[in-house]
């Protein structure tokens, strides 16, 4: 097929107009010169934060690292005005890069990809979307995101609920008043301890409907004054070099101090300022919480007294603490005022792990035990079926297999990047990667840095296509594997890192947890070495090679 005349081949499509669609088209046009388009199912850009938009949606990662440091100007152009970023700020940052960029003309709103498959004689992806548009390109990459497929769980009666009922992952866009309802929230992870306190500021009653209790450590937000933006501004160089080095991406670095290798007296006070920085600082204070039982069990405890400080009534406080995982083995939420919350006369607590939800009614939710409770609006801040569940919605097939065959007994890929038997796909912040255990905007950009020099060099010798190893995916898939089950994480049987969340779906512990300064030392030697582990094709050659040995990890992420 003769493409470049054609309105709708691409060199590359990229799907999705998130923090990775956007760089990733920036790379691909404005560096590599290619023809690029990228399809993005909202009417904005944003990604994860164009759909995020419920009641105290706040990143939990620190605003001066949460951001693109593939550009000065850009950089030195923007202040972030807390020390967390709120949902519309981040859009707002967001929409600025899209603009300062001139990426809006190359993105389709509003159009959802419905099927991707790969034509083996022409040797091009062909992208088929809900409204009946095909586009066709060499090279695609998915840029969907870790955590946009949401879970709403299977309760019986939710279709006969009177009231209105949203999910935190596709809140509208339109404010929602709570004045005067009573509203029932079910789900206190992340999410769910970040929309507690907003919901319950005007809400006439809210009840918390809790399956697992979770740690949270105090966020401490704060606006940023203006010699802190100043700093933030003029040390552009620092920071790109500290979140590029650290093993989870974010701007500090973890210590190197051993829980119990410190007095009992000293381990208390270093846990007090821990808990007194706030945020995700607080698992960097000791470098083994993720690897011993006994360390984590010392954080676990400190951190279930201050729980027990906060909330005055004990039985509550009682169900608040019954946690029976590690500390940070799920993913540790941050807060501001979560357990103090519970302390007001409008907010009721319901263990759900004791008596569970029965069915939704009419007018509420019902107990096995008998109780029910009345309810105007229902939040299900119940997370997501997150990592492989946005891409197997892409429905990616070749004439051979699909990707929904291929991943039946959970997610294969080599690192995380690329699929054996999906030619010239690439997948930013694949399961396999470090994503959700890092602090994403860093990954990301590693990932398309990566996946732009990967086709610059089959475009430079003339490869038609690439392609990974099936052994490469077995061996990183086992890497995977073995790097967890070094640490705490998939001690977790509940946890959505192993898929546990979504019923039936393969327990496989997915992002990689070896850190990913280790990560980026890998994908760096796998390019340096011609793309080790992938297949490459031109007219002329047909080059394979062994995968890498990896470099294992000595360091375990600490991320988000
Ligand atoms: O989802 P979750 P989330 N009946 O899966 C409960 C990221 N994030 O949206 O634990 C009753 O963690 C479930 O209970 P249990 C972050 O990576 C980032 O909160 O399964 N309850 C749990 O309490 C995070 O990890 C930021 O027993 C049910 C909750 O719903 C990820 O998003 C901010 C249930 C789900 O918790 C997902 O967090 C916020 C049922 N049938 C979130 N099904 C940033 O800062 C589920 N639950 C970037």
Excluded at 1 to 28: C, P, W
Excluded at 233 to 260: C, Q, W
Excluded at 403 to 429: D, H, Q, V
Excluded at 523 to 540: H, P, Q, R, T
Aim: proline share 5%; charged share 20%.
């Amino acid at each position: 097929m003769r493409t470049e005349k054609l309105s709708n081949v691409y060199d590359a499509l990229v799907i999705g107009a998130g923090f990775s669609g956007l760089y990733q088209l920036h790379k691909l046009r404005d560096e590599l010169g290619l023809k690029v388009a990228v399809i993005e199912k909202g009417a904005g850009v944003g990604g994860t934060w164009y759909w995020n938009r419920y009641p105290g949606a706040r990143c939990d990662s620190e605003s001066q690292g949460y951001a693109y440091f593939f550009s000065r100007q850009l950089h030195e152009n923007w202040q972030w005005s807390e020390r967390y970023p709120g949902n519309a700020e981040i859009r707002k940052y967001l929409n600025y890069v899209a603009d300062s960029l001139n990426l809006r003309k190359d993105i389709f709103f509003n159009k959802t990809v419905s099927n991707c498959s790969f034509s083996e004689y022409t040797e091009l992806w062909e992208i088929q979307t809900e409204d009946f548009d095909a586009l066709y390109c060499k090279w695609l990459v998915t840029a969907v995101g870790c955590l946009s497929a949401t879970n709403v769980p299977n309760i019986t009666g939710i279709s006969r609920f009177k009231g209105d009922w949203y999910h935190t992952g596709k809140w509208p866009h339109n404010d929602v008043d709570f004045n005067g309802l009573r509203v029932g929230q079910i789900g206190t992870g992340s999410t769910g301890i970040q929309a507690v306190p907003e919901i319950a500021k005007t809400c006439e009653h809210l009840t918390v409907f809790q399956r697992t209790p979770n740690y949270s450590i105090p966020a401490h937000n704060t606006k940023w004054d203006a010699t802190y933006t100043d700093w933030v501004r003029s040390h552009y160089d620092e920071l790109k070099a500290l979140v590029r080095s650290t093993s989870n991406g974010h701007p500090f670095r973890i210590s190197n101090n051993l829980t119990m290798e410190v007095s009992d007296e000293e381990r208390q006070k270093m846990f007090e300022r821990a808990w007194n920085d706030g945020g995700l600082r607080f698992r960097g204070v000791f470098h083994d919480l993720l690897t011993s039982q006994t360390a984590n069990s010392a954080a676990a405890d400190f951190i279930k007294s201050k729980i027990r400080q906060k909330v005055t009534d004990p039985k509550t406080a009682d169900i608040l603490t019954n946690i029976d995982h590690p500390y940070a083995a799920k993913r540790p939420p941050i807060d501001t005022y979560y357990f103090e919350t519970f302390n007001k006369d409008h907010v009721t607590l319901v263990d759900i792990q004791t008596d569970p939800i029965a069915e939704i009614t009419r007018n509420g939710i019902a107990l096995e035990g008998g109780a029910h409770h009345e309810l105007d609006v229902i939040v299900f801040a119940t997370g997501y079926d997150a990592m492989t569940k946005p891409l197997l919605n892409l429905n990616i097939e070749t004439p051979k297999t699909s990707l929904k065959s291929y991943w039946e007994g959970g997610p294969r890929n080599y690192l995380g990047l690329a699929i054996p038997g999906f030619p010239n796909l690439f997948t930013i912040t694949g399961p396999g990667s470090p994503s959700v255990l890092s602090n994403m905007p860093v990954s990301i950009e590693q990932h398309v840095d990566w996946i732009t020099e990967c086709i610059a060099y089959c475009i430079e010798t003339g490869c038609t296509s690439i392609e990974a190893q099936e052994q490469s995916a077995e061996i990183w898939t086992d890497h995977v594997r073995k790097t967890a089950d070094a640490t705490l994480l998939p001690k977790v049987q509940h946890s959505w890192y192993l898929g546990a969340n979504i019923p039936g779906k393969p327990r496989v512990f997915m992002p990689y947890a070896g850190g990913l300064n280790t990560y980026r030392k890998i994908c760096d030697n796998i390019a340096e070495e011609g793309y080790k582990g992938f297949v490459l094709n031109s007219e002329k050659t047909h080059k394979t090679s062994k995968p890498s040995d990896f470099i294992f990890s000595e360091g375990v992420s600490l991320g988000v």
